[in-house]
């Protein structure tokens, strides 16, 4: 008796370990894969690095809001998450607006899905993941190199002309360039926000080594001291 009442609970545990393995499954492969790679209070600036007037003018067909040197700030004050997407609320100052007064408060929204993408202002992380997944789901005219997405449009002047994403660790927008149909930069925006590629890894190697060429340099100015 003892026998088959230790069957049968051993049955009833292995059913409910198999439904728990099925319900957490199921509930992981409904989980997004990706996530921000920031968070509120980040500060963004982006300036204006190139610009070639009468190339804009040609392709576009009127004349930019901003000039060269010229740049605008963002800073993410609220961020939400709902079913199938994050809002961030951002305040924004656009080019020649004064930094010492509020800006617009803007929401952007992100879907939480690659397939999802939409010439976002940023990304989700794993970038490199991530990345892939967009350019799967994505038509044609859409290609990647590294982290930056690249686009073939034509303009309202009937012209080609091409522009690059570029994407930093976190996800944020590091530099956006348009191109003409002969991949000469028309405008470049950058941000004054660019994390060093290498990392803290890089930050840390260097603080060693020059950290070693001093302790050389000292080592070898006492053994010419001595030896004088």
């Known amino acids: 008796m003892k026998q088959k009442q230790k069957i049968i609970y051993s ?3 292995l059913n409910f ?3 728990s393995c099925c319900l957490n499954f199921n509930v992981k492969a409904q989980d997004p894969e990706h996530n921000l790679g920031f968070n509120e209070g980040t500060e963004l600036v982006w300036e204006v690095t190139q610009l070639d007037l009468s190339s804009f003018r040609d392709v576009f067909g009127f004349d930019p809001n901003f000039e060269l040197g010229d740049q ?10 709902a079913t199938d997407l994050w809002l961030i609320y951002v305040e924004f100052w656009d080019y020649k607006t004064d930094w010492s007064l509020s800006g617009e408060v803007i929401p952007i929204s992100i879907g939480k899905y ?15 993941d991530y990345l892939d997944k967009v350019i799967d789901s994505l038509t044609s005219e859409y290609y990647r190199l590294g982290y930056s997405i690249f686009k073939q449009e034509r303009s309202d002047t009937g012209k080609d002309y091409k522009w690059e994403k570029e994407f930093d660790t976190r996800g944020i927008l590091a530099v956006e360039t348009n191109y003409d149909e002969f991949d000469q930069v028309i405008v470049r925006l950058e941000g ?15 603080i060693v080594a020059i950290a070693a060429i001093i302790f050389i340099s ?4 006492k053994i010419r001291t001595t030896s004088f």
């Open 11 to 13: 049955i009833v545990f």
């Open 17 to 19: 370990f198999i439904f």
């Open 72 to 81: 605008i700030r963002m800073v993410i004050r609220d961020i939400q998450e």
């Open 114 to 128: 690659p397939e999802n993408y939409d010439d976002y202002l940023f990304c989700l992380t794993p970038i490199d």
């Open 192 to 206: 004054t926000f660019r994390i060093i590629p290498f990392g803290t890894y890089f930050i840390g190697f260097s």
């Open 218 to 221: 000292l080592k070898k100015k």
